[in-house]
């Protein structure tokens, strides 16, 4: 059975300090991986994804993500954070186009930025 | 080009009642799939549907049950709802053919009382 999990429930970080949030996947066959953000009362946003390729995969708002399949990861990234990324961030994997057996998302990870 | 569109945006209900809701699929998208997200958890995956025909489901009982149109919108119907239904429901479009991502629409809060 696919898994994904997130293992920092709250981040807490400096406006203008760097930014990794982690994931660990589990899946039986080439993951596709992503990561959403959703801000509150909203639905899921797309910041970036892996099928294959570039284990470096750019995304939106300036967040980059690396895929290491020996270590099961797919941490995201982000060089100087602002105020604005203040949300909640998940990371899901899944088939192609979702796959029948739809995406498996982390229990996510809240980020607070502090002036 | 139009994004997913949910409808209503919020909606509250009685325990043993019926619900459905609704998403209008992005343009050239012919899946859907829909979450229930609980408050505090990641989205957990319902249904999904693929050129009108359920084409996967996950660990959720037969009273939740779907449909999809032609024009490829969907409905998610609940039945005998329990309190443990209450989340925010999330609708999410993509491609199957072209195993394009999956792009998601803003959600429907579902409270039952």
């Known amino acids: 059975a696919q898994s994904v999990t997130q293992p920092d429930i709250h981040i807490t970080v400096s406006e203008g300090a760097s930014l990794e949030l982690r994931c660990n996947y589990s899946?039986?066959?080439?993951?596709?991986l992503f990561w959403y953000v959703q801000s509150p009362g909203q639905g899921l946003q797309l910041l970036l994804k892996y099928f294959s390729g570039d284990t470096l995969v750019q995304g939106i708002k300036g967040f980059e993500a690396e895929f290491k399949r020996s270590q099961s990861s797919f941490n995201l990234r982000k060089p100087s954070v602002h105020w604005s990324d203040a949300a909640e961030y998940f990371c899901a994997v899944g088939g192609g186009g979702g796959g029948a057996d739809g995406l498996t998302f982390g229990k996510g990870t809240h980020l607070i930025i502090q002036p | 080009e139009t994004g997913v569109t949910q409808s209503p945006t919020h909606l509250i209900k009685t325990r043993g009642q019926q619900v459905t809701l609704r998403c209008s699929s992005q343009s050239g998208h012919n899946t859907v799939s829909w979450y229930q997200q609980a408050l505090g958890q990641g989205p957990q995956f319902i249904f999904q549907y693929y050129r009108e025909e359920e084409n996967g489901r996950g660990n959720f009982p037969p009273r939740f049950s779907g449909l999809q149109f032609p024009n490829y919108s969907s409905e998610l119907n609940v039945n005998a709802l329990e309190l443990d239904d209450s989340a925010l429901y999330l609708c999410a479009s993509s491609n199957r053919d072209y195993q394009e991502t999956q792009y998601f629409g803003p959600g429907t809060r579902l409270l039952v009382l």
């Open positions: 899946y039986g066959a080439t993951p596709y």
